[in-house]
């Protein structure tokens, strides 16, 4: 299906999805999603603190994240965005929300995703298949290809850590893989899911629903779901990595 971005006529407050209530935690509270005078003023003051500690150019320079729709030339994002928080506001999932300062002082406040709330369907299901998120940018620096599709604008990529999965433990979850809407999580031949990734975009639905993280028996030992979407460059280190390792 190719992206249309010519206007939608409906009101682009849809109903957001709800997360659950162990989702519900990881809401960002309200003054986090903006970017008051006071929100610049403490990211400036923790840069010059870590300045003062020596650090850093990476926080200088900042990680790679995953981005909204049409946000995936990092050059054009960072140079184009005002941070003016349209993009979080129409957003049907809530999944965008505001880098924080721990993310590179470079990112700060420019949006990316955060998959423990919503995911990306690229308003399939809100608005048809029009990106509200680009539809509302004011700058450009979310702009998608004309021929861009569902699968070709690539957010990230699903990589599962399989000691925190529940199907490697107990082979009686397959949540990931009923849910994801691109058919990219199979099981192996060991009943453990896998990631197809020729056919993941990072959409985040795998992430959102793994429910990993409510088993203590499994995840006494894991920081994260079992499965989660990154940048494609993390993902790629982490598979080449893994491989080296024998893994
Ligand atoms: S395309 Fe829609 S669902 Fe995806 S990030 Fe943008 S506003 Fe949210
Ligand atoms: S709408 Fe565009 S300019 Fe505004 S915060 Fe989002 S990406 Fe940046
Ligand atoms: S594997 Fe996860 S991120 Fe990739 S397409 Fe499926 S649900 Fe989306």
Not at 47 to 62: D, E, P, R
Not at 132 to 143: G, S
Not at 183 to 210: H, Q, R, S, T, W
Request: glycine letters at 8%; hydrophobic letters at 35%; aromatic letters at 6%.
């Amino acid at each position: 299906m190719k992206y249309s971005q010519k206007a939608d006529p409906r009101n682009l407050d849809e109903p957001s999805e709800e997360a659950d209530d162990s989702q519900q935690e990881a809401v960002c509270p309200e003054p986090q999603r903006g970017f008051s005078r006071r929100n610049f003023v403490f990211a400036c003051g923790g840069a010059a603190a870590l300045f003062a500690l020596g650090g850093t150019v990476k926080a200088i320079g900042g990680e790679v994240l995953c981005r909204p729709p049409g946000g995936q030339d990092e050059s054009v994002l960072l140079g184009q965005c005002i941070k003016c928080r349209k993009c979080l506001q129409v957003c049907p999932t809530g999944v965008i929300v505001p880098a924080p300062l721990e993310k590179g002082l470079l990112n700060v406040f420019t949006p990316t995703l955060n998959f423990k709330l919503g995911w990306c369907d690229y308003c399939q299901e809100s608005h048809e298949g029009v990106p509200q998120c680009v539809k509302v940018c004011p700058t450009e620096a979310l702009k998608l290809p004309q021929d861009a599709t569902v699968e070709t604008v690539i957010i990230g990529k699903a990589y599962l850590v399989k000691e925190w999965c529940l199907a490697w433990h107990l082979k009686n979850c397959r949540v990931c893989v009923d849910e994801c809407p691109y058919e990219a999580i199979e099981f192996d031949k060991n009943g453990v899911p896998v990631v197809l990734y020729d056919k993941c975009n990072g959409c985040g639905l795998c992430e959102k629903v793994c429910i990993s993280m409510q088993s203590s028996r499994n995840v006494a030992h894991a920081t994260d779901r079992a499965i989660t979407v990154k940048p494609v460059e993390v993902v790629d280190r982490l598979l080449a990595e893994a491989l080296e390792g024998g893994r």
